[in-house]
């Protein structure tokens, strides 16, 4: 089966950039979408086929899709981009990441 | 704006089968062309997948983790969707999601806030 994986956990500075990857074979042949939880939320779209942000998030978001990685960039981070990110795409079937714990430090 | 809603029993017996329904307002299940997705989460955990349903309810996909015990139905006259997962156990423990996927590229563009099962005698 199909598998995406994410590094556990991503810390960052207060403005600075931050990166999460997601791996898995010839990913950049599918669509890639990110999705941020915080803590007793239900996931939120941050970003759909492979870089496209959905309205209302902010354009610190963005998101890339090449070979075998995706890669969920966040521009001057704020602390409330604090959450964890998961990573989804298609292969018969919907699979996600893992999941990456960003910390704003 | 399209908002969705998981309801049922948030305690479920061994063995027997959990029912789930997501109410939809906003927008017709019945058109659109949109997929609708259960999802969960066991506690501490990242999201599965379960299944979705076409829009039509012509179409259903489940997570083959779930050896067939996932089933998935549409009810357009009250224009929600409902799971039921039979021969629960203790692992099925989990906050149950809706949401609205998009055909052709997969992703889910709206969520419930999810609703919590316990599976325990």
């Known amino acids: 089966s199909y598998e995406l994986t994410q590094p556990p956990s991503v810390s960052v500075s207060p403005g600075q950039t931050a990166s999460i990857t997601c791996s898995g074979a010839?990913?950049?042949?599918?669509?890639a979408c990110w999705y941020q939880q915080k803590p007793g939320q239900s996931p939120v779209l941050v970003i759909y086929?492979?870089?496209k942000r959905p309205s209302g998030i902010p354009e610190r978001f963005s998101g890339s899709n090449s070979g075998n990685t995706a890669t969920l960039t966040i521009s001057g981070t704020q602390a409330m981009d604090e959450a964890d990110y998961y990573c989804?795409?298609?292969?018969?079937?919907?699979?996600f990441g893992g999941g990456t714990k960003l910390t704003v430090l | 704006q399209v908002h969705l809603q998981e309801s049922g029993p948030g305690l479920v017996k061994p063995s027997q089968t959990l029912s789930l329904t997501c109410t939809v307002s906003?927008?017709?299940?019945?058109?659109?062309?949109?997929?609708w997705s259960w999802i969960r989460q066991h506690p501490g955990k990242g999201l599965e997948w379960i299944g979705y349903?076409?829009?039509?309810?012509?179409?259903?996909y489940y997570n083959p983790s779930l050896k067939s015990r996932g089933s998935i139905s549409l009810d357009m006259s009250k224009n929600q969707f409902s799971l039921k997962l039979s021969s629960v156990t203790a692992a099925d423990t989990a906050v149950y999601y809706c949401?609205?996927?998009?055909?052709?590229?997969?992703?889910?563009?709206?969520w419930g806030k999810g609703t919590t099962v316990t599976v325990s005698s």
């Open positions: 949401a609205r996927g998009e055909p052709g590229y997969y992703y889910m563009d709206v």
């Open positions: 906003g927008a017709s299940i019945s058109s659109g062309g949109y997929y």
């Open positions: 349903i076409y829009y039509s309810g012509s179409t259903t």
């Open positions: 010839k990913l950049g042949d599918k669509y």
């Open positions: 086929q492979d870089n």
């Open positions: 989804q795409a298609w292969d018969s079937g919907t699979v």
